[in-house]
């Protein structure tokens, strides 16, 4: 249906964001970009492609590719085992991974620093809060990703991770300054809350279940995981931090606890394309020990 030179395009071009660009890297016209996107889009009876900038896959494309992405791994995984060469743009293989933002900061890149480097593979890292990088499997955006969600995306397989924990923690100039110096969090009504973005929930849902009441708080948004956790050591706002980024700190009295008690568990799962691929495997199996040394145990 498709011929491998149009999905190599089509894969370039959503990469890549636009025609123009997807032609300076494969070193064609953008007409000849153009031709072979359309010439796909009459095959399949379908746009597969918003001309926005940048593009913007439709559902179709999201199809055509998650086809061009297998192609490439296959692809790649053949020739290495042929010739001991993996080749592909830039002589590697690109691997798109998606993964949350405290895992990115705290475990998982030591896992992708374990893999060989004969493998000879570059990682395409998709940074997306774990709730939601389900959604970057079904496009066919990437090939794995660390998430929440514990039912299998359609063509993919879903193996446990492990908990990450997370402590509400504060300042102790914070919990003078807001919390009478007692760290309470029956407190917080009025106290300024770090949020990750606007989709971070965590601190609201974790207010709700301890207190019973709603948070009505003022917000500061950090979004990134190193300076988020940062800006709670600084006094911004009280938030809740993965174990990994705050034990250190509340050992030596920087940050207070507000609920020893009251830990936060986020499960999390590996899923990833259900495609025979020595690639995939090996970087499967890297992140699963990773993660075994660096979360905690999924409850039975």
């Known amino acids: 249906m498709f011929q491998v ?3 190599q395009t089509l894969l370039v071009v959503v990469e890549e964001g636009t025609f123009d660009a997807a032609a300076r890297k494969l070193r064609i016209t953008a007409s000849a970009v153009s031709q072979r996107v359309k010439a796909m889009e009459q095959a399949a009876g379908q746009v597969l492609l918003q001309r926005l900038n940048p593009v913007v896959p439709t559902a179709a494309g999201d199809v055509a590719l998650r086809y061009a992405r297998q192609l490439q791994l296959l692809e790649g995984d053949a020739l290495k085992e042929l010739n001991g060469l993996a080749r592909s743009a830039g002589g590697a293989i690109s691997l798109p991974l998606a993964v949350n933002a405290d895992s990115l900061a705290t475990w998982f890149l030591e896992a992708l620093a374990t893999v060989p480097r004969s493998v000879n593979a570059v990682f395409d890292i998709h940074r997306e809060d774990q709730e939601h990088t389900t959604s970057l499997l079904r496009s066919g955006t990437v090939m794995a990703a660390v998430t929440s969600t514990a039912e299998a995306v359609q063509g993919c397989s879903s193996t446990p991770l492990g908990v990450m924990r997370y402590r509400a923690v504060c300042s102790p100039s914070f919990a003078d300054e807001w919390l009478e110096g007692a760290a309470d969090i029956h407190l917080l009504d009025a106290a300024p809350v770090v949020d990750f973005d606007r989709r971070d929930t965590l601190q609201r849902r974790f207010f709700r279940s301890a207190v019973g009441r709603e948070l009505q708080a003022p917000r500061h948004y950090v979004p990134t995981s190193a300076d988020f956790a940062r800006s709670v050591v600084l006094g911004f706002g009280w938030a809740l931090l993965p174990e990994q980024q705050c034990v250190a700190e509340l050992a030596a ?30 970087v499967s199996q890297r992140v699963a020990a990773a993660a075994a040394t660096s979360l905690h145990r999924m409850p039975a």
């Open 253 to 282: 009295g920087t940050l207070l606890e507000l609920a020893p008690d009251l830990p936060v568990d986020v499960p999390l799962w590996w899923q990833r394309w259900r495609l025979a691929s020595p690639l995939l495997d090996e």
């Open 5 to 7: 030179d149009q999905l």
